[in-house]
């Protein structure tokens, strides 16, 4: 390699490249230096495994960032990752190589070693690099302490920014420079000497690794003589020129453990880049360095563009004009600075100033979306995975849901079996274990045939997936067999009624079965009414989820009747003599079982059929025909779960051995109900608030009645505002102290709005409130009496929105018991 004398050995040697790892500058001057050199083979930093992967990088469909992933094969949590971006040296090594059709090789220490050492050292998953901090051993007894070697050299050069200093000395340097491999040998000589100074502080790592390499080195010499060049952390150079014995290096690597590995390539993303723990690379700014290295020239006139038009897209007003001011302040902030060119420090501030105007907020939208971005990579699909990853692979295509490193918000529509494919891959995918997608609550609707998904595709989710696949080689024979082994081994019946609801969500068919024996038998042998009552909610709403699904509830019907008579008859026992923690906590389960006795009952109704918004009106006829078999019985056990149920409330509305908060809580749930009318829940409450009651009992009743929303109840039944304003009045001094702070929590959790309808309706005093109903005079926007006529005219409506009425149009019949408007045929 003619010309390679400043940077070869004094016999000539290897050309050693000494970078730093995802630095744009160092890559141009490899590309420089390789172009220069014209080396017959080049050796690269990372795991030998690899090497078969090495000619995917000059497919097509390959775009990074990617990374490099090896894991154990009997252990695929055990993992580690070499990330590549476009403006890493190694990738345009691998690029140039390539090109040129000349060999590349991986030298670092083997993957299977490397993993096998990490059972010892948790959460140092990824290889060391040229810029980590290296031990410094400052005393015998420290040999732990680190240093960060371009610190070191930033402070030598009078510098308190390390990265400021490596943008002015080479992210900088002109695209003039005559010699390509004098940046390399400078860089070379200071880590020589930071490696003087402060040795490698036992790091046995990295004496590991360095011996190894040293030996691939040597072999690739011994096949293409001196035209090898290596490019490597720069932080290895001065350890790769040393001249050791080839038996001294051996020995090091002598008895290291191993374990089987591997290796792929996987999609990488810019943000992951921009994380110095875990798997990150530790860079601040990834899109700002892939900005400065695919910009041929005028960098900052075009970073400049791309901010204003990312403003624009935001909506905010950044002219031609914004552009020109904030590139002339970014060069003159580099002048006043003695910097050669304006660096992201210079154009931070020009943006700030200029485009946002002094103010933070717009400039933190151009650090996430562009200094850092959301670049995902893509690799081929020829790419080896396993056969889990190759299903999901399928799947993502067959339902038109691409992976993307940028958060969104996606809403289905379970009608459509698009939508509902993906619903039930992404429910699959949580079942083991790949929070690909996180459910959010929907806008707009709150039927049950609408979810929303929050999505983000990270790249440890590649991880998940490989250990995912010891469950199965399809998506849906890993969480069938995964849902099995979570049922058999499940410590609470509220999580076998969990599992059970993400089953029908998943759409698991073979699992449910199982999920459901061992439910039945969790559910005959707990005798813990609070474990049961815990326990309905999830089990009831998986009957909604799977009429809207179009599956077969039967079995969890019957399940679901059982647990609530069991419920019903062990809850007013349970509720006696409870302590105030106690009281609240099963406050609670009687709040879940209400709600789970009413949506039981719209789900017995619908007889487990939903009308989907694309059937005809020949499917509705026949589901409805079939509906007639099985509905009837269904919704008359529906009736007598609702009927037990309010009898159980009723009971615990009485029961002086039962706390306040639950008795409370019976009679406003029996109020709401229609069950109890105004005039009794008068009574009721008139009787707690009397001066025979203790005032924390009474209090603690209130907080049950008219607590979680009740404030509008006060609003509109001011009999009810009047005997709890009578008995707040008549509380002793000495009593109101305690039980002030149970009130302030019942009337802070109402809406503002409310809170201050209350305050005028009580600044009006007790003798002009008592006796007005919430229609009556008196009340500030009510009229003296109910409009019958203008009240008739809304109740087809609120019958056709509610679903009490099938609707008729064209002699087409829709029956939409789910109390959801799925739709109107016609």
Request: glycine letters at 12%.
């Amino acid at each position: 390699m003619a010309g390679t004398e400043g940077n070869g050995g004094p016999g000539g040697g290897p050309l050693l490249l000494g970078v730093r790892h995802h630095g744009p500058g160092s890559a141009r001057a490899v590309r420089a230096a390789l172009a220069a050199a014209r080396p017959r083979v080049v050796l690269i930093e990372g795991p030998p495994e690899a090497d078969a992967l090495i000619p995917l990088a000059a497919d097509e469909a390959m775009r990074p960032p990617v990374a490099l992933l090896a894991h154990a094969v009997d252990e695929p949590g055990r993992s580690a990752f070499w990330p590549l971006a476009e403006f890493s040296p190694e990738w345009v090594a691998i690029r140039w190589a390539l090109e040129h059709e000349v060999p590349a090789r991986f030298i670092d220490l083997p993957a299977t070693h490397t993993l096998a050492w990490g059972r010892d050292t948790e959460g140092q998953d990824e290889p060391a690099t040229a810029e980590e901090q290296q031990p410094v051993p400052d005393t015998p007894s420290s040999p732990d302490l680190r240093v960060d070697p371009l610190a070191v050299l930033a402070e030598a050069a009078g510098y308190d920014d390390p990265e400021r200093w490596w943008e002015d000395v080479v992210e900088h340097r002109g695209a003039g420079e005559r010699d390509a491999f004098a940046p390399f040998t400078a860089l070379e000589e200071a880590m020589g000497a930071l490696r003087e100074t402060y040795g490698v502080g036992g790091h046995d790592r990295d004496l590991v690794r360095e011996a190894y390499m040293r030996l691939q080195v040597r072999a690739a010499q011994r096949e293409f003589e001196d035209d090898v060049a290596v490019v490597c952390g720069a932080w290895h150079v001065p350890a790769l020129r040393q001249r050791t014995a080839v038996a001294a290096d051996r020995a090091l690597l002598k008895g290291l453990p191993k374990v089987k590995a591997d290796l792929t390539w996987v999609p990488w993303t810019h943000r992951r880049l921009s994380r110095a723990s875990g798997y990150g690379a530790g860079i601040d700014s990834p899109g700002w360095y892939g900005h400065l290295f695919g910009a041929r020239d005028r960098p900052i006139e075009r970073w400049m563009t791309k901010v204003a038009g990312l403003f624009r897209e935001e909506d905010r007003i950044v002219s031609p004009a914004h552009v020109i001011e904030a590139v002339r302040l970014a060069e003159t902030l580099a002048v006043m600075r003695g910097r050669p060119l304006p660096g992201l420090g210079e154009t931070t501030d020009a943006v700030r100033a200029v485009m946002c105007e002094g103010s933070d907020v717009p400039l933190s939208l151009v650090q996430d979306r562009l200094v850092v971005g959301d670049v995902l990579g893509e690799v081929p699909p020829g790419a080896p995975a396993v056969p889990l990853q190759r299903d999901l692979d399928r799947s993502q295509r067959r339902l038109r849901l691409k992976p993307e490193a940028l958060e969104r918000e996606l809403e289905l529509d379970l009608r459509k079996e698009t939508d509902a494919g993906r619903s039930t891959l992404l429910h699959r995918l949580r079942l083991l274990g790949v929070e690909w997608g996180e459910p959010a609550v929907s806008r707009g609707s709150t039927g049950t045939f609408r979810e929303t998904w929050r999505l983000r595709w990270e790249p440890e989710l590649a991880v998940r997936v490989a250990e995912a696949g010891v469950w199965g080689t399809t998506v849906l024979a890993a969480a069938t067999a995964k849902a099995e082994a979570d049922a058999t081994g499940a410590q609470s019946l509220a999580d076998v009624t969990a599992l059970a609801e993400r089953c029908l969500l998943a759409e698991l068919p073979d699992a449910l079965p199982v999920v459901m024996k061992v439910l039945a038998d969790r559910a005959a042998l707990d005798t813990d009414v609070g474990h049961l009552a815990q326990a309905l909610p999830a089990l009831v709403r998986s009957l909604r989820y799977g009429d809207v699904r179009g599956t077969d509830t039967h079995a969890l019907t019957e399940v679901a009747a059982g647990l609530a008579e069991r419920v019903f008859v062990g809850l007013p026992p349970a509720c006696a003599a409870l302590d105030t923690d106690a009281a609240e906590e099963m406050r609670r389960h009687v709040d879940a079982v209400h709600g789970a006795v009413a949506l039981l009952g719209g789900a017995s109704a619908s007889g487990g059929d939903v009308t989907s918004g694309a059937g005809t009106a020949s499917d509705t006829d026949t589901d409805t025909d079939t509906d007639s078999g099985t509905g009837t019985g269904t919704g008359h056990s529906a009736l007598r779960s609702r009927s037990r149920w309010r009898a159980v409330l009723r009971a615990l509305s009485v029961r002086d051995t039962v706390a306040g908060v639950i008795r409370g809580r019976a009679v406003r749930l029996l109020l709401d109900e229609g069950e109890l009318g105004a005039d009794e829940a008068a009574r009721l409450m008139g009787l707690v608030l009397s001066p025979g009651t203790p005032p924390a009992d009474a209090a603690s009743w209130i907080e049950g009645f008219v607590g979680g929303g009740g404030g509008l109840l006060l609003v509109h039944d001011e009999r009810l505002l009047a005997l709890v304003d009578e008995w707040l009045t008549g509380v002793p001094a000495e009593a109101f102290t305690d039980v002030l702070p149970l009130l302030r929590r019942t009337f802070s959790s109402y809406e503002p709005g409310v809170r201050r309808t209350l305050g005028e309706l009580v600044g009006r005093g007790p003798g002009k409130r008592v006796g007005v109903a919430a229609t009556g005079a008196g009340i500030s926007g009510f009229g003296a009496d109910l409009d019958a006529g203008r009240a008739d005219a809304v109740v087809p409506v609120l019958r056709l929105l509610l679903g009490l009425d099938d609707v008729v149009n064209g002699g087409d019949v829709v029956n939409n018991g789910d109390n959801d408007l799925v739709g109107v045929a016609g």
